[in-house]
């Protein structure tokens, strides 16, 4: 089964500062992993994905994730953060093989909460 | 057209009433999703269409029902809730195919008196 971990529920940063949000997953299959973030009030905008290829995988908004096979992690870093950055974060991760037809259900993580401090 | 478009952006119903939430996109997407997010908590899937067919129905109470009139448009009928179904209604969609990941709307924000 299929499923992912974020540790800590809230991150605090100063304004230019490095932004690290941890995620690990578990999965039997090669995971295809998903970093989301949402703010007050709104849906969900993808950041970036992990699939198949390049372990370094770079987002919008300056953001860019690692895929460690060897940790199980897939850890969401902005060299610089941003006011703009203050939002919840969700790593997510496709569980598959379960259903009939290619969709599988997207399972998320519980969230990071992000702050900045000017 | 990139987005995910819902309708209304907020509602306020009754536990008597009969109300709907609308979804559409247009990027040909022929997948569609209804997740629940209740305060501080991550999405949580209620359904999932495959090329307007419902494929999942994760054992959601029968007070919610989806429909699905064609391949833009997804509907999701509420009748009888309770309070406790108060939260943000999210609409997704997504190609055919597990990684290309899930566009979402904006969500409906429900409250239930």
């Known amino acids: 089964a299929q499923s992912v971990t974020q540790l800590g529920s809230h991150v605090s940063v100063s304004e230019g500062a490095l932004v690290l949000l941890r995620c690990n997953y578990s999965s039997s299959v090669p995971p295809y992993l998903f970093w989301y973030v949402q703010y007050p009030n709104q849906g969900l905008q993808l950041l970036l994905k992990?699939?198949?290829?390049?372990?370094l995988v770079k987002g919008i908004n300056g953001f860019e994730a690692e895929f460690k096979k060897s940790e199980t992690s897939f850890h969401l870093t902005k060299p610089s953060a941003h006011m703009s950055d203050a939002a919840e974060y969700f790593c997510a991760v496709i569980k598959r093989g379960n259903y009939g037809g290619s969709q599988g259900n997207l399972i998320f993580g519980k969230g990071t909460k992000l702050s900045v401090k000017p | 057209d990139t987005e995910v478009t819902q309708t209304p952006k907020h509602l306020v119903m009754g536990m008597t009433n009969k109300k709907s939430l609308k979804c559409e996109q247009h990027m040909g997407h022929r997948a569609m999703y209804w997740y629940k997010q209740k305060a501080k908590k991550p999405p949580e899937l209620m359904f999932v269409y495959s090329y307007e067919k419902l494929s999942i129905n994760e054992s959601v109470p029968s007070r919610f029902s989806p429909e699905c009139p064609n391949s833009s448009l997804l509907n999701l009928h509420l009748h009888a809730l309770q309070p406790e179904d108060s939260a943000l209604y999210l609409c997704a969609s997504s190609q055919e195919g597990h990684h290309y990941g899930y566009t979402f709307g904006s969500g409906t924000r429900l409250t239930v008196v």
């Open positions: 992990y699939t198949t290829g390049a372990t």
